[in-house]
């Protein structure tokens, strides 16, 4: 505009340049609201259409059958598997609910005395408040909580769930424990055994002496180019072996001596990683302050580490609590191995028991594990928050 | 004087001297083990008496006896040995292990990318799948495969039937399989020939890049090569291979390919079960790469696949290869599950029937252990080598 003069007329020279306005250009299509997102996120291309298609049927594939299943053509009352088969009248059969609902205290205690199941629920409780306690942040007194998670509550639930003749609990033997609380007592056991020794391990593997980094090196090298199945085995099949027959561990004992075993290899890594995050600084601030090695593990590096490593503690666990299934190879009732037992009893044997159990069993380790994976990101979400002042 | 003492180290019991203090703790730790061990082999010893169970390898030589339902090599129940189920196993196991490795990792590379697509249906599809999936037990999710989808097939009787006699039923796949004839060897060669070519053409083709800046068309001629110089050989040399048809019976189903329902199981759930933690790490390794390379890419003139080929994937490879080398791992750990659906791999021959039979605990544990271990170092030694080749080189 600067070099047309008033008149309209061009300055001589510049005729490149436009005199007029060009003419404006038809508005845009939609590009907010639900016209606008859908032509951003679904058909902004040939090709993305034809993934939007793709995917659309992928939807109609997978989700009517499985809202069928689970519950349009789902049977929801029974007394045993005459209500599940397929009839004239209904020749599609969904799920087979009461097959659930008459199996769940045993998918829960398994074979644990109906009259001592009280113990159970104790159990269960006391496990809930150790965890609420540790993972709420902001929850007071948290070592407290510590000591009664790893301490206070492996006791009392040995004496409880074992039961103790002179207090006037019945034993009850570890063979007739199972279901949830089996799933529960192997992953909880892992979990308590493994930070402590994983610790350790991890302190071993970072030592400058010699031997006890060689010794940390090679356990957890060992147990993590190893199955777990084979750490079953070992602790299965050769522990007996190595102790005196009259030590003998009973079934539940291995299992959780194998679990401890794995967990504690994995978490020494987790922590590992945790202890290489820490600046060099700390330890020699901590040292120049006069402080030894364990004073300055306990009141400078741990807490540190410990801190930036519950995201990955938490995804460990995730991982054991999904392992704890293969203890079914050493001959002990777990969840799973309730439901696979329950899945073949005459009782309830009908075409949709099989996938009505496993999908309840995938429910109730999704929510658990989904649950856990959920707070690991936020934690992980507020620490990286925390980060930046 | 008084400067000389205070300069001086100050003179402190040995107890609290850190290389006596280290010295003594290596000792205890060393003798703790020690004494560990020793009582543990005593313990060994004797309850082995107590139970009349010599040890030693020398079961690995006696006739076996009992049959396993897939073996690539040549076994039988009379004449094999514990040694040759050992074969077998090792030999099902890296079967299991290789298919579903590679199948894990398309399924996880097109997973991975789905996830960061611009499409909304697409993105929020591959990341419930890789939710529900690692968040439910593999060991159920191969239940479920095997149990409830493929214990659920149609019987012998009323196989499904696809094209080109491919029979599907509860007892497994059957599919046409190749039978060869003498003169295949040189169909085999020429692969291998072909293989050798397009290796050393891409070379060649690498070093006329760098060297003149003109580009060759390396992937056309590759496969020209690796394909095309078999099947010149396979007419060449008269066809030496046939098909030979499954039959279907009354009672079972004749010649063919036979694939065992546990196989599938397995090897359909490993594929997605891995599949998603490789999706995740996929994710990662291309979120690694920053944006502005991209766009830099683009401002130089690259078309979309092009900057995908020679800017994000190189570098994001480089995060990738070591997680994806653990996944592969763990998948081949994860394979000792067969022993939950029947497949015959190594543990459930070896630490399963074998064990049963002879009772030498010790040992079996031992050695497959052994195997597992080597696997494992083997391939972290290789994938190590090969992160450090395409590593960044800094100053």
């Known amino acids: 505009m600067a070099v047309a003069t008033q008149d309209g007329m061009n300055v001589p020279g510049t005729s490149y340049v436009r005199a007029t306005p060009v003419e404006a250009k038809p508005a845009p299509g939609a590009t907010t609201g639900v016209v606008g997102w859908v032509r951003a996120n679904l058909l902004s291309s040939p090709s993305n259409i034809v993934l939007t298609i793709i995917s659309i049927l992928l939807v109609i594939w997978i989700v009517p059958p499985l809202i069928e299943f689970m519950l349009t053509h789902a049977v929801w009352n029974g007394a045993d598997r005459e209500a599940c088969l397929p009839t004239a009248e209904r020749p599609e059969v969904g799920a087979c609910w009461p097959f659930v609902k008459d199996r769940f205290a045993y998918f829960i205690y398994g074979s644990y005395p109906i009259p001592e199941r009280w113990r159970v629920d104790v159990f269960f409780a006391m496990l809930a408040v150790g965890i609420f306690w540790l993972l709420w942040l902001e929850a007071p007194r948290r070592d407290l909580g510590a000591l009664y998670f790893f301490v206070v509550v492996p006791v009392f639930s040995y004496v409880l769930l074992n039961g103790m003749d002179t207090i006037g609990l019945r034993r009850v033997d570890t063979s007739l424990w199972g279901g949830v609380l089996v799933t529960m007592v192997v992953s909880w056991v892992g979990i308590v055994c493994s930070l402590p020794v994983g610790i350790l391990l991890a302190l071993g593997r970072r030592s400058t002496m010699p031997a006890v980094k060689l010794f940390s090196v090679i356990f957890i090298e060992f147990v993590r180019g190893v199955p777990l199945i084979t750490v079953l085995f070992m602790a299965s099949v050769m522990l007996p072996l190595f102790v005196p027959d009259a030590y003998s561990p009973d079934k539940l004992l291995r299992a959780l001596i194998g679990i401890a075993m794995f967990a504690s290899a994995y978490m020494a890594e987790v922590v590992r990683a945790g202890l290489q995050a820490i600046p060099k600084g700390q330890y020699e601030g901590a040292m120049a302050v006069g402080l030894g090695y364990w004073q300055m593990m306990y009141l400078i590096v741990l807490p540190q580490a410990l801190k930036i490593t519950i995201p990955n503690i938490v995804n460990t666990y995730i991982g054991l609590f999904k392992d704890t299934t293969l203890v079914v190879i050493v001959g002990i009732f777990d969840f799973l191995r309730t439901v696979e037992v329950s899945r073949i009893d005459p009782k309830w044997a009908a075409p949709t028991t099989s996938a009505t159990g496993y999908a309840f069993a995938a429910m109730f380790y999704f929510i658990c594990c989904y649950g856990m994976s959920r707070y690991a990101k936020s934690v992980e979400a507020r620490l990286a928050k925390s980060d930046h002042r | ?395």
């Open chain 2, 1 to 395: 004087m008084s400067i000389a003492q205070e300069s001086g180290p100050p003179k402190v019991s040995p107890i609290y001297d850190p290389k006596v203090r280290s010295i003594a703790y290596q000792v205890i730790l060393c003798a703790v083990i020690v004494f560990l061990a020793y009582s543990a082999v005593r313990n060994a010893a004797d309850n082995l008496a107590r139970a009349k169970i010599a040890s030693g390898f020398g079961f690995w030589n006696q006739t076996a006896g009992f049959d396993i339902s897939q073996t690539l090599i040549e076994y039988t129940a009379q004449a094999g040995t514990y040694g040759r189920a050992f074969w077998v196993g090792l030999l099902n196991t890296l079967l299991v292990a290789a298919i579903g490795i590679v199948l894990a990792t398309v399924v996880g590379f097109l997973v991975g990318i789905a996830r960061l697509s611009k499409n909304f249906l697409l993105s929020k599809l591959s990341a419930g799948y890789v939710e529900l999936i690692r968040n439910v037990p593999l060991l159920l999710q191969l239940l479920f495969w095997y149990n409830a989808v493929l214990k659920a097939l149609p019987d012998l009787r009323d196989s499904w039937t696809l094209p080109g006699s491919i029979f599907l039923n509860n007892r497994g796949f059957f599919a046409p399989s190749p039978v060869f004839q003498p003169g295949m060897e040189f169909v085999g060669g020429a692969f291998v020939v072909g293989v050798i070519g397009a290796v050393g053409y891409r070379n060649w083709a690498r070093k006329k890049q760098e060297r003149t800046g003109a580009q060759s068309p390396v992937a056309l001629v590759a496969l020209g090569l690796i394909i095309g110089l078999p099947v010149i050989a396979f007419f060449l040399a008269g066809m030496p291979a046939t098909l030979e048809f499954p039959e279907k019976g009354r009672f079972n189903i004749r010649g063919g390919m036979e694939i065992l329902p546990e196989l599938v199981a397995l090897v359909i759930g490993l594929t997605f079960y891995t599949g998603a933690f490789i999706a995740e790490v996929v994710r990662a390794g291309i979120m690694a790469v920053s944006r502005g390379q991209t766009e830099a890419a683009g401002a130089l003139g690259l078309r979309t696949g092009q900057t995908l080929k020679l800017v994000v994937i190189p570098q994001a490879m480089r995060v990738i290869i070591p997680p994806l080398t653990s996944q592969y791992l763990n998948l081949t750990k994860n394979s000792t599950l067969a022993v939950f659906v029947g497949y015959p791999d190594l543990v459930q021959i070896f630490t399963g029937t074998v064990l049963n039979q002879t009772g030498q605990a010790v040992e079996v544990v031992m050695i497959t252990m052994a195997v597992y271990l080597t696997i494992s170092l083997v391939t972290s030694t290789v994938m190590n080598w090969y992160n450090s080749r395409i590593a960044l080189v800094e100053r």
